[in-house]
């Protein structure tokens, strides 16, 4: 009978496990306990069981349906054995039971603030054997049902393993003998008595619960809203990430993580790696060196001029041939306009009684008080260059004029011209 009862538990518990679907938590467990129980009535007169009684475990295996409700089919064993002022008698007592599990801690809201303490609790019926052994052996057992409740507090020891400890209490229906099995249960108690539930036992265990599966986190320990705060985490960074990645500091089409020229000139074309077009390889930006060339004169032919004397530098200086260029909302002189600083520096080591005026100027986009502040502090850059350079700063004067309106606002390219620094000279 107990067999037959066994393996219709089985049954409906595998039932209730078919289709189960994909999780991002282990589900599967087994758990291992054993402890201290206590036997209550009934009893024949005379017959008392050990308080405490020892020798008593369990097994069973658990499976989480989410991380809130489970079932669980277990085994148990109980040695009752008689107390010292007891008349001797020992019992057998087996069990199985199918039960349904609520995880406690997760519908409390334990994992917002412990990720290591759970209670379960659990319930369910199962099938008992009774079979006394001492001072008569049975042939057969007494057969009844169950009925089980109790607590599981856990501790977690690491990803497959928890502490547990167990409180279960059970009660019996069709007890035909008392625990002890010295007489028929109808002459220890009433016939009213006998119906219902008319054997109880308690027991007390500590054991361990071991994990199975391949996620990092059983459904005792998971928590479903804080995975989806996680996920929610996860893409938000990533969406950061992206934001960065398409921040365009030159604002040359060419986002920063791609860009391998980060300070390219406003205006000139690039190419698809942020590179300022330079075919000829000199430095200056194609856009801009044929816009330099309808208005400046290029260094060859400056070179040129002053070797043959058809050209005075000075006058060259004077007109404007000569200037210093810088980037928008900058006083850092461009790579490319050194050479004209070193044109005025060579001219003033060349001529010791002459002096120089440095103006600098802006374009016309911003505020015309900033824009003066601005062009003053290029022409003061400038000459803290022809300093270091060797040059006397008694012989140099920095002053700002300002924003210069003499090309069109609109014109990105053409307002590369106006900022600037010029150069005067005097002897």
């Not at 006998?194 to 361990?208: C, F």
């Not at 479903?224 to 934001?243: G, T």
């Not at 690039?270 to 000829?280: M, Q």
Request: aromatic letters at 10%; one cysteine or more; proline letters at 3%.
């Amino acid at each position: 009978m107990m067999r037959k009862f066994t393996l219709c538990l089985l049954f409906v518990f595998g039932t209730l496990t078919v289709g189960a679907q994909e999780t991002n938590y282990n589900q599967w467990s087994i758990e291992l306990q054993g402890g201290a129980h206590k036997a209550a009535t009934p009893f024949s007169p005379g017959y008392y069981a050990s308080t405490p009684s020892f020798w008593q475990g369990g097994l069973g295996v658990r499976y989480m349906f989410n991380e809130k409700f489970g079932a669980k089919l277990d085994f148990g064993y109980n040695s009752i054995e008689s107390d010292d002022n007891s008349m001797p008698f020992k019992t057998e007592y087996y069990r199985a039971n199918l039960q349904g599990v609520i995880n406690l801690g997760s519908i409390l809201g334990f994992r917002e603030w412990c990720d290591y303490v759970n209670v379960l609790i659990h319930g369910g019926f199962g099938y008992s054997a009774n079979k006394p052994k001492e001072p008569i052996e049975f042939d057969s057992a007494d057969n009844m049902l169950n009925i089980m409740a109790g607590i599981t507090p856990q501790l977690r020891l690491g990803k497959s393993i928890a502490l547990t400890g167990d409180l279960s209490i059970l009660g019996h229906v069709r007890h035909n003998t008392p625990w002890d099995g010295a007489m028929p249960l109808d002459q220890v108690v009433s016939d009213n008595q006998t119906r219902g539930l008319n054997g109880y036992m308690v027991n007390a265990s500590v054991g361990i619960t071991l994990y199975l599966g391949q996620h990092d986190k059983h459904a005792d320990w998971y928590s479903e809203e804080q995975a989806i705060y996680s996920q929610l985490d996860s893409l938000d960074e990533r969406l950061s990430k992206v934001e960065t990645d398409l921040i365009d500091t030159d604002q040359d089409g060419v986002p920063d993580y791609l860009d391998r020229e980060p300070n390219t000139i406003s205006g000139v074309a690039v190419d698809t790696k942020g590179r300022a077009i330079d075919a000829n390889n000199n430095g200056i930006p194609d856009e801009m060196e044929s816009a330099l060339d309808e208005r400046y004169a290029k260094k060859a032919a400056l070179d040129q001029a002053a070797q043959s004397g058809s050209l005075n530098i000075k006058e060259l200086i004077d007109s404007g041939y000569v200037n210093v260029y810088f980037r928008f909302n900058s006083d850092q002189p461009e790579t490319y306009s050194l050479q004209a600083v070193n044109y005025l520096i060579t001219y003033m080591k060349q001529n010791p009684g002459a002096q120089a005026e440095l103006i600098g100027f802006a374009d016309e986009i911003g505020n015309a008080q900033y824009n003066a502040q601005l062009s003053e502090s290029r022409a003061n850059k400038v000459k803290e260059l022809m300093v270091a350079a060797g040059i006397d700063g008694n012989r140099l004067t920095a002053r700002g004029g300002g924003e210069d309106d003499s090309v069109n606002r609109d014109s990105a390219q053409a307002r590369q011209l106006v900022r600037r620094v010029t150069f005067r000279l005097s002897n």
